[in-house]
């Protein structure tokens, strides 16, 4: 069943930089009415608010701060989409010193943080049959040892988006599982992958096209396409089998 993101409202955490802002841009363009930017410190996004004429609505949102996301919920009337695009990355093996609480950090915002998102936000999604889009990894899949605890992050939302899925898609919201492979932002360099890594708007494209399609699962770049073609016999027999065949 597929989404139109023209006239609708959307939610995008961390839409001030990397792929988020990309998200962002590429909602705009596709007709969005409105796109409440989920940031930690609204006050840097006045250009993007004012460039926007009055589309773009900036929200104070930590994913570490379950009220400022409850506080958020319950301050938007509609919601259509809501792309829990924010994340953070550590670079640490299981043998730096810092390792536990790299994972600690990790855990907290990129699986708790979309836990919290997802109980905030389901009830207004399902009011809307909307759409609820958590930006995973090839790093769900595959561990990359010197930011193992990133991966490990990731490989556990992962497992969360496929729990929303079954519990959400019985009560009408749709449930995407982004993973991107190598991209150009501040994580992508801080994980040195600037060699290898692509555009944000090919993340962006990618999800809009996803949207107007039934796809539970996008691998949007090239890495990521390497993937899913090793992976999809198993995506599409296992994780997108029904519930209670896993
Ligand atoms: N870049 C890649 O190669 C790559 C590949 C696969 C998946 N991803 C995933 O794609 C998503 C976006 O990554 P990116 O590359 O755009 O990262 P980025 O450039 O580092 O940007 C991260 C964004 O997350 C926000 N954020 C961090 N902690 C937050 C918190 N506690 N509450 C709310 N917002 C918070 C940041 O806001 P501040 O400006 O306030 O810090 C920023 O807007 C992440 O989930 C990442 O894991 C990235």
Redesign the pocket.
């Known amino acids: 069943m597929g989404f139109d993101v023209a006239g609708k409202t959307v939610l995008i ?10 998200f962002l841009d590429h909602m705009l363009k596709a007709g969005a009415e409105k796109v409440y930017a ?4 609204p006050d ?1 996004m006045t250009d993007v608010v004012e460039a926007s004429g009055g589309k773009v609505i900036a929200v104070q ?5 379950a009220d400022t996301i409850n506080s958020v919920a319950g301050s938007i009337d509609r919601i259509d989409l809501v792309i ?6 550590k670079v640490a093996t299981p043998f730096s010193d810092d390792v536990f609480d790299s994972l600690d950090y990790e855990m907290d ?2 699986v708790k ?1 979309l836990i919290r998102m997802a109980r905030a936000f389901a009830p207004q999604l399902e009011k809307t049959s909307g759409v609820f889009v958590q ?5 769900s899949l595959r561990n990359f040892a010197d930011f193992a605890t ?1 991966c490990a992050s ?1 490989a556990a ?1 992962y497992s969360i988006t496929q729990a929303l899925r079954d519990l959400l898609q019985p009560k009408g919201v749709r449930v995407i599982s ?11 360099k ?2 040195g ?1 600037e060699e290898v ?1 692509e555009s ?1 708007a090919v ?1 962006s494209e990618a999800l809009l096209a996803a949207l107007a399609s039934d796809d539970f699962h996008v691998f949007p770049d090239t890495m ?1 396409k390497n993937f899913w073609q090793a992976y999809k016999t198993f995506a599409k027999g296992v994780v997108e089998s029904g519930a209670s065949e896993g």
Do not use: E, F, Q, W
């Open positions: 955490t961390g839409a001030n930089r990397g792929i988020g802002k990309s989920g940031v930690r410190n840097a949102l930590d994913l570490a701060n829990n695009n924010a994340g953070v990355l915002i990129n943080g930006l995973n990894s090839v790093a990133y990731k939302a982004v993973h991107p492979g190598p991209i150009m932002t501040d994580m992508g801080s994980a992958l890594a944000p993340v990521a």
